[in-house]
Nanobody, 118 residues
Framework: QVQLVESGGGLVQPGGSLRLSCTAPGMPFSFNTMGWYRRAPGKEREFVADITREGTTKYADSVRGRFTISRDSTRRTVYLQLNNLEPEDTAVYFC????????????WGQGTQVTVSS
């Protein structure tokens, strides 16, 4: 059973930074696309960013230029650097990872809370 474990969330003031991490302990295979979604209070879950196996990145308009997604060389860990945070970025952030072995399987983490407040 693949488990994605997120870390790095917390409380930060507007303009501050956080770095989120997501990894799959003991995962024997590398993932294809990995990414991040978020769900703000009272809102639907929305796409934040993703990165393909080849390293191509994509961002939501609301975070482009402030957030940076990256992954390690094993393609089992993905990071999200959050800079210049705004109160509107307050949400639970979820990691996602796609595994392509005969079939396509998408895994989700449990989420990590990011709160931006003064």
């Amino acid at each position: 059973q693949v488990q994605l474990v997120e870390s790095g969330g917390g409380l930060v003031q507007p303009g501050g930074s956080l770095r989120l991490s997501c990894t799959a302990p003991g995962m024997p295979f590398s993932f294809n696309t990995m990414g991040w979604y978020r769900r703000a209070p009272g809102k639907e879950r929305e796409f934040v960013a993703d990165i393909t196996r080849e390293g191509t990145t994509k961002y939501a308009d609301s975070v482009r230029g402030r957030f940076t997604i990256s992954r390690d060389s094993t393609r089992r860990t993905v990071y999200l650097q959050l800079n210049n945070l705004e109160p509107e970025d307050t949400a639970v952030y979820f990691c996602t990872a796609v595994l392509l072995i005969r079939t396509t399987t998408t895994y989700w983490g449990q989420g990590t809370q990011v709160t931006v407040s003064s």
